[in-house]
């Protein structure tokens, strides 16, 4: 800026400044009307990215908190596995582990209704990656009386279909943020 100033003193150019002390209606309405603009605008739009930015960080935790239910399985799978035994209180904990997750899905979607109810893909594939989950450790020789050790095999196919959800989960946090 002064390298400017010096430029046009010694070129005896420096610019004149007049105002002009005719204001029109129309030009005082153009300048709060580009006040507004530039000034209460951003503040509105910042704050509703904001409020918007909050509700996905907390539906995001949400989706963590359903991740670290559904995780207490993986845990009882390969205590079982390390132990050489399956309880029927394994499979107590693991049917309660499903009611809290499933619980938790049921407010997922309550939430997601009210902050975002145009989203209709979202929780019914949540649902179904999860009953495709719940379905293999509820559906099958799991709860049969007569399943009394975890086989390396069963772990493996339990550790495929843990992933596949997790993965599932994972991906939709990621859906949501950019929501």
């Known amino acids: 800026m002064a390298a400017g100033i010096v430029i046009g003193v010694f070129c005896k150019n420096f610019p004149v400044l007049t105002l002009d002390k005719n204001v029109e209606l129309i030009d005082l ?23 918007n930015e909050s509700i996905k960080k907390y539906l995001v935790s949400e989706i963590e908190e359903l991740l670290s239910i559904i995780k207490e399985n993986k845990v009882i799978i390969e205590e079982s596995y390390r132990n050489d035994e399956f309880t029927q209180q394994n499979r107590d904990n693991i049917n309660f582990t499903f009611h809290s997750a499933e619980l938790q899905i049921e407010s997922l979607e309550k939430q997601f209704k009210i902050s975002f109810p145009n989203e209709k893909k979202m929780l019914p594939d949540l649902k179904s990656a999860f009953r495709t989950y719940k379905d293999f450790l509820t559906g099958g020789e799991l709860m049969y009386s007569t399943f009394t050790k975890v ?6 196919n339990h550790l495929n279909e843990f992933n596949s959800f997790e993965s599932f989960l994972k991906e939709l946090i990621h859906k949501i943020h950019r929501m």
């Open 151 to 156: 086989e390396l095999m069963f772990q493996k």
């Open 29 to 51: 309405l153009t300048l709060i009307v580009t006040v507004a603009i530039g000034v209460v605008f951003p503040f509105l739009i910042k704050k509703w990215i904001d409020d």
